[in-house]
Every structure is written in C-alpha cells, then in structure tokens.
C-alpha cells in the first residue's frame, strides 16, 4: 500500500464507548499529524509526532489520547466524546523538514450519539 | 483569532471560464504557502505552493499569486472544469523547513457544465 490509509472510514459511537482511530502511512515521512475538521471551521492541528515524539498538542481535551509507537502508525484513542465532537478527523504525514505539505488520509468520519 | 482566512465560503464558475479563490493571512511571518483540494469522503491533496520568494507559480491550468504586501493569495484556475468542483484550502507556515501549516476554513467551488 502507498500513501496514508486511515481506518474506519467512519465510526458511530456513545458517548461512554472507547474507540481508537488508525492511521498508517508508507512514504518514509518522519511526522504525523492529526487534525480535526468539522462543518465550517479552519482544519484544526490537533496533535503532531515528529520522530515519534509529540511535539505538539493544541490544548486538546484529554478525553483524546495520540499513541505513535513508530514513524509508520499514528493511533487516536477516544472514549467519553461529546456530541460537539463529531467531526472528520484526518491523519497526515510530511518530511519534518523541507516543506512540500502533507499527504492526507482520507479521513474518519466520527459520530458521536 | 484566524490567521488564515477564506472569505469566500463558496464560488459558482461556468465550464471553461476562470476561478479565482482568494486567501489572506495576517501573520507576516508566514513565507510558503500551499493550496489543496478536497472530494468529498476524500483526504485534502496538495494541489500548489509558492515560496514568499516569488509573486507567482504556475502548474498547468492553475496558478497561485502572492501579493506580500497586501498579505493575499489568490488560486487561478483556467479554463476552469467540472471536475474542479471541490472544496479548496489555503495554507501557510512560518517557515519554509517547518512541517506546521494553518489552514483557512475552505472555499467549495462549483464548476457549471
């Protein structure tokens, strides 16, 4: 497989369930990336692992725990969401340095009931 | 506070005629800026990038324009066809080595057959 991959494409869960999203990716890239997109608002960065080390986390509730056990695999652990919480939610990856911007995965559509 | 801005939430074209979406930002610290579009149920995928270094860069039927002064970029598509309707982002970053980009809220633009 090539590019970024994430799965479940989409993913309807209660508010007290525990899920985790997955994101995969095999372009050699050194960081990843969450982000959150929901209806009319700016793509929001959520998390960023460079070298599998966080270095970025915008203030995100802690109901929404990251995991990159290597450069390849980026996890999102969910559980406790609000409703106000679903959202597409979108991994990407780059080279640390050098530009260029992100290849995106396709998404996770969240639904939170 | 945004700092990338889209004010243009949507852009209808006729087939064969010129878009035009435009993008500011109010960080004059930014210097590569990209734009990407989007499908529905489909990742964002990198479409063009211009480094602050140049005022214009073109790829084949689309060309970004960076206007410095003005902090402004604008995403020329001609002729414009009805394969482009998609959601557009602009996106910049601080630096032209750095992996994070700030995302405006997007632009759907609808080609008209």
């Known amino acids: 497989e090539t590019g970024v991959t994430q799965t479940p494409r989409h993913l309807v869960m209660g508010m007290t369930n525990k899920k985790s999203l997955k994101c995969e990716q095999h372009l050699g890239h050194n960081a990843m990336y969450w982000y959150k997109q929901s209806a009319k608002k700016p793509l929001e960065l959520m998390f960023v692992?460079?070298?599998?080390?966080?270095?970025e986390n915008n203030s995100v509730p802690s109901r929404f725990s990251p995991e990159c056990p290597n450069s390849s695999h980026l996890f999102l652990h969910l559980h406790t969401l609000q409703p106000e919480d679903s959202a597409l939610y979108l991994c990407?990856?780059?080279?640390?340095?050098?530009?260029?911007?992100?290849?995106f995965g396709s998404g996770t559509r969240l639904t939170v009931v | 506070d945004q700092q990338v801005k889209q004010n243009s939430p949507s852009l209808s074209v006729q087939e064969g005629r010129i878009s035009i979406l435009n993008c500011d930002y109010t960080?004059?610290?930014?210097?590569?800026f990209l734009w990407y579009k989007k499908y529905p149920a489909e990742g964002p995928t990198f479409l063009i990038s211009?480094?602050?270094?140049?005022d214009k860069n073109e790829d084949g039927r689309f060309t970004v324009f960076l206007n410095k002064s003005a902090k402004h970029l604008s995403l020329h598509i001609v002729p414009s066809q009805p394969g482009d309707s998609a959601v557009y982002f602009c996106?910049?970053?601080?630096?032209?080595?750095?992996?994070?980009?700030?995302f405006g809220t997007g632009t759907r633009l609808k080609v008209l057959a």
């Open positions: 211009i480094s602050s270094i140049k």
């Open positions: 960080n004059s610290m930014f210097d590569y």
């Open positions: 996106a910049a970053s601080g630096s032209s080595g750095t992996y994070k980009y700030i």
């Open positions: 990407a990856s780059s080279q640390e340095k050098g530009g260029g911007g992100y290849t």
């Open positions: 692992y460079s070298l599998e080390e966080r270095v």
